[in-house]
């Protein structure tokens, strides 16, 4: 285990679980069911059918989703994102936009953070850790996509433990309070290699939301290797 490693796995593990893959028919029972069986932040996936090919909720449900008293965890995957900032940020804890998005992504970390939001930043499975180097300062998360962007229940692709143990580095190094999220595919079968590697943040969708004991699925990602130091 690496250094970095070592050092993250101080902190309690966070689980967020993804409403993308939620019963949409269903959804108020299911985010209930969700929040019961433990978990720390709800992720909402805002797509706009331009950055990807699909579209799905609006600040409306996210200032219904707010009632429920989660803290709520607003995945941005929309072009030139400051819109969607002015939109979801008086409802969301964490606002975090795609790297790949914005030519001004420094500008939109900043606009996040004056709106009272955790600014996050994404980095889609090809794109390189080099890019949040000269933003570190502005970043409060960064999320490692796991998949690509656009769709749940797709499966984990392992050249990212590589990535999540780079960028773990990468804000040990700074000393910065940087939490490092990932998301996609992420179920029991991968979420220890994940926290390993020095993830704090676990999204969740397809894995929770298709459990028939949410509560234990929840548990089961928070589950770290056991190591002496
Ligand atoms: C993909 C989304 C993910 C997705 C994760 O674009 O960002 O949050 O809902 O779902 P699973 O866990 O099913 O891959
Ligand atoms: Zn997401």
Redesign the pocket.
């Known amino acids: 285990m690496s250094e970095s490693a070592a050092h993250a796995i101080t902190a309690p593990v966070k689980v967020?679980p993804?409403?993308?893959?939620a019963d949409q028919l269903d959804l108020g029972n299911q985010v209930r069911k969700a929040i019961d069986a433990g978990a720390d932040l709800l992720?909402l996936?805002i797509?706009d059918g331009h950055f990807?090919p699909?579209l799905t909720f609006g600040p409306g449900l996210a200032g219904r989703l707010q009632q429920t008293g989660i803290p709520l965890d607003a995945?941005l995957?929309v072009s030139n994102p400051g819109w969607a900032i002015e939109a979801f940020a008086r409802y969301a804890e964490y606002l975090t936009v795609h790297v790949e998005a914005t030519p001004h992504l420094h500008r939109m970390l900043r606009l996040i953070r004056e709106k009272g939001c955790k600014s996050g930043v994404?980095l889609n499975p090809s794109t390189s850790p080099g890019f949040l180097k000269y933003v570190l300062e502005d970043v409060d998360l960064i999320?490692i996509?796991?998949?690509?962007?656009?769709?749940?229940?797709?499966?984990?692709i392992p050249a990212m433990l590589q990535k999540i143990e780079e960028v773990s580095e990468l804000v040990r190094h700074s000393g910065l309070p940087v939490e490092i999220s990932v998301?996609?595919?992420?179920?029991a079968t991968n979420s220890r290699a994940v926290l390993d590697k020095g993830a704090g943040i676990l999204?969740?969708?397809?894995?929770?939301?298709s459990s028939d004991d949410m509560a234990s699925a929840i548990e089961s990602l928070r589950r770290r290797t056991l190591v002496n130091c």
């Open positions: 967020a993804s409403i993308l893959s992720h996936d797509m990807v699909n995945h995957m994404a999320l996509m796991t998949v690509n962007p656009g769709w749940g229940g797709q499966p984990f998301d996609g595919g992420i179920s999204v969740s969708g397809n894995y929770i939301f």
